[in-house]
């Protein structure tokens, strides 16, 4: 482990746009809210902000991306494919353990099945990961109870951990040991792992009481929502409050879900796009002859909450599906957001053992 002085985070960042186009969290000018994007100059980077608005899965999977294109030659009755590679190498600063924790959980999804995404891949292979401890939990976090955070603890290149005036400096790749001899960096002493701890602790001791009593519930709702023990009265409660605006999907660091469309140019060539989608959207499982087979909207959100907490869904990302950010309580309407559809069925349970 090594140790750099805080003043010295901007040639880290500098020294990593030399290569990468750089990205982190950035304060918008106008209301002062942290987002996660591309920046420009390095000293815009905000090592100490909050949690950015938006999650970094969009430099890795973008919102709507053209994986391909083809131009239909009529006379030689044939389609001419191309596939330009779009992809630069990337840097990304200041990235969150739970953050980090949903990178790895799309890493698992889009490289770790029967198939891998090569646009996916083609993202992930051509970038450097800065991790950032959370040296104190911002008010929507509870990934103490997902076990995303507050630190990283793998898939990094590097990790910082704020330490008073300086930052201690672990290496996770050889990427990672490159850079903190670039930077000449000097050793952290022996006592360092035990320091990075203790802050750890700290962390994790100053979360709010409701999210540590949290910790629990997650795993009994789990297990409720892998066996199918909820009444059909709370899934309709949690629908009823569902206003299927998609904003829980766009803002999940885990949330996997597109859809492909060909849309034709003005330059007679037809571009393949892969976008964004969500399965609070009705048309999500429309299949042909309008038929749909989560036409309700309590079964729809029924399948985004299996999604994130049930243990099959665990097997696949090695980890629940939610990694404790918070943001979809922060920007849903209707008050579903993880936290509280744990607490709703957490009231459940509870009712139903005072029986």
Request: glycine share 8%; charged share 25%.
């Given at each position: 482990?090594?140790?750099?002085?805080?003043?010295?985070?901007?040639?880290?960042?500098?020294?990593?746009?030399?290569?990468?186009?750089?990205?982190?969290?950035?304060?918008?000018?106008?209301?002062?809210?942290?987002?996660?994007?591309?920046?420009?100059?390095?000293?815009?980077?905000?090592?100490?902000?909050?949690?950015?608005?938006?999650?970094?899965?969009?430099?890795?999977?973008?919102?709507?991306?053209?994986?391909?294109?083809?131009?239909?030659?009529?006379?030689?009755?044939?389609?001419?494919?191309?596939?330009?590679?779009?992809?630069?190498?990337?840097?990304?600063?200041?990235?969150?353990?739970?953050?980090?924790?949903?990178?790895?959980?799309?890493?698992?999804?889009?490289?770790?099945?029967?198939?891998?995404?090569?646009?996916?891949?083609?993202?992930?292979?051509?970038?450097?990961?800065?991790?950032?401890?959370?040296?104190?939990?911002?008010?929507?976090?509870?990934?103490?109870?997902?076990?995303?955070?507050?630190?990283?603890?793998?898939?990094?290149?590097?990790?910082?951990?704020?330490?008073?005036?300086?930052?201690?400096?672990?290496?996770?790749?050889?990427?990672?040991?490159?850079?903190?001899?670039?930077?000449?960096?000097?050793?952290?002493?022996?006592?360092?792992?035990?320091?990075?701890?203790?802050?750890?602790?700290?962390?994790?001791?100053?979360?709010?009481?409701?999210?540590?009593?949290?910790?629990?519930?997650?795993?009994?709702?789990?297990?409720?929502?892998?066996?199918?023990?909820?009444?059909?009265?709370?899934?309709?409660?949690?629908?009823?409050?569902?206003?299927?605006?998609?904003?829980?999907?766009?803002?999940?660091?885990?949330?996997?879900?597109?859809?492909?469309e060909d849309i034709d140019s003005r330059e007679g060539r037809t571009d393949r796009v892969r976008s964004w989608d969500s399965c609070s959207y009705e048309g999500y499982?429309?299949?042909?002859?309008?038929?749909?087979?989560?036409?309700?909207?309590?079964?729809?959100?029924?399948?985004?909450?299996?999604?994130?907490?049930?243990?099959?869904?665990?097997?696949?990302?090695?980890?629940?599906?939610?990694?404790?950010?918070?943001?979809?309580?922060?920007?849903?309407?209707?008050?579903?957001?993880?936290?509280?559809?744990?607490?709703?069925?957490?009231?459940?349970?509870?009712?139903?053992?005072?029986?």
């Open positions: 482990m090594y140790i750099m002085p805080k003043s010295q985070a901007r040639a880290l960042a500098a020294a990593l746009a030399e290569e990468y186009d750089l990205y982190g969290p950035v304060l918008r000018e106008a209301s002062g809210e942290p987002t996660f994007d591309r920046v420009e100059d390095p000293a815009a980077i905000r090592l100490e902000a909050a949690i950015p608005y938006n999650p970094p899965k969009s430099v890795v999977f973008p919102q709507a991306e053209r994986v391909l294109s083809y131009r239909y030659d009529r006379e030689a009755k044939k389609a001419v494919f191309v596939r330009d590679d779009l992809v630069r190498p990337k840097a990304l600063v200041g990235l969150r353990a739970c953050d980090l924790s949903g990178l790895l959980c799309l890493d698992r999804f889009y490289l770790g099945q029967d198939y891998v995404d090569e646009f996916y891949r083609d993202h992930r292979k051509r970038m450097f990961i800065v991790a950032n401890t959370c040296v104190r939990p911002f008010p929507q976090c509870f990934c103490v109870c997902t076990d995303s955070g507050p630190a990283p603890r793998e898939g990094f290149d590097v990790a910082l951990t704020a330490a008073g005036d300086d930052y201690l400096v672990e290496a996770g790749s050889e990427k990672g040991q490159a850079l903190t001899r670039r930077l000449g960096l000097k050793d952290a002493g022996p006592g360092a792992a035990a320091r990075r701890a203790a802050i750890v602790d700290a962390s994790i001791a100053s979360f709010d009481g409701a999210a540590m009593e949290n910790k629990a519930w997650i795993s009994r709702v789990m297990n409720r929502i892998t066996t199918g023990f909820i009444s059909n009265d709370v899934w309709e409660y949690i629908g009823d409050q569902c206003f299927e605006c998609g904003a829980c999907s766009f803002v999940c660091p885990t949330c996997s879900c597109f859809n492909v499982t429309r299949m042909a002859g309008e038929h749909n087979p989560r036409r309700p909207v309590e079964d729809r959100r029924n399948k985004r909450f299996f999604c994130k907490l049930s243990y099959s869904q665990s097997k696949k990302y090695l980890r629940p599906g939610c990694v404790g950010c918070g943001r979809c309580n922060r920007v849903c309407p209707g008050d579903i957001g993880i936290a509280n559809v744990v607490t709703y069925i957490r009231r459940e349970i509870t009712k139903a053992g005072a029986k």
